[in-house]
């Protein structure tokens, strides 16, 4: 059964440093999402991307985040200069174009900032 | 604004008991509705989802959920349970055909012999 993976699944950096979190979507999906889950927390929203832009963000996306699909199976967020919040579980997660909704995860990027 | 309220942090249950886990959403129109099940160290596994019709709805694992509009509730529930079914679980709720979803703050469920 097809799946989304994520790499790596765990990253440590400093402080202040550029991270990029990578996703491979399903293949045939075509709206791809970011989420976040700080420990203990509920998962939040980031970003949603579809036909090579952006198409609905959250106000925890600002300047330090941005997505990217460099080729046809990848999707990164990056994260440009960390900070200790940042530190969280990322997931990513695909759609197909006519499936409500109906996201599948990947299985989670433990970002840990120091 | 849309919400996601899901009543119980943490439920205890023994191995072959009845399983009902809460989730009551707030938002306007007709939600998309869904169960995700987290494994300790995994990602969110779909268990079910509702989008229209039969608002009685199964999943995977043996799962189930009943969609009630007059009470906003979209509550999970599982006959017997196993004690594979320790995990998080969360009500998701989406807006629009493609758009975000907005989860409840999880239920973890502990299963004891």
Known sequence: ?114 | AQSVTQPDIHITVSEGASLELRCNYSYGATPYLFWYVQSPGQGLQLLLKYFSGDTLVQGIKGFEAEFKRSQSSFNLRKPSVHWSDAAEYFCAVGSDSWGKLQFGAGTQVVVTP
């Open chain 1, 1 to 114: 059964e097809p799946e989304v993976t994520q790499t790596p699944s765990h990253q440590v950096t400093q402080m202040g440093q550029e991270v990029i979190l990578r996703c491979v979507p399903i293949s045939n999906h075509l709206y791809f999402y970011w989420y976040r889950q700080i420990l203990g927390q509920k998962v939040e929203f980031l970003v949603s991307f579809y036909n090579n832009e952006i198409s609905e963000k959250s106000e925890i996306f600002d300047d330090q985040f941005s997505v990217e699909r460099p080729d046809g199976s990848n999707f990164t967020l990056k994260i440009r200069s960390t900070k200790l919040e940042d530190s969280a579980m990322y997931f990513c997660a695909s759609s197909r174009l006519t499936t409500y909704n109906e996201q599948f995860f990947g299985p989670g990027t433990r970002l840990t900032v120091l």
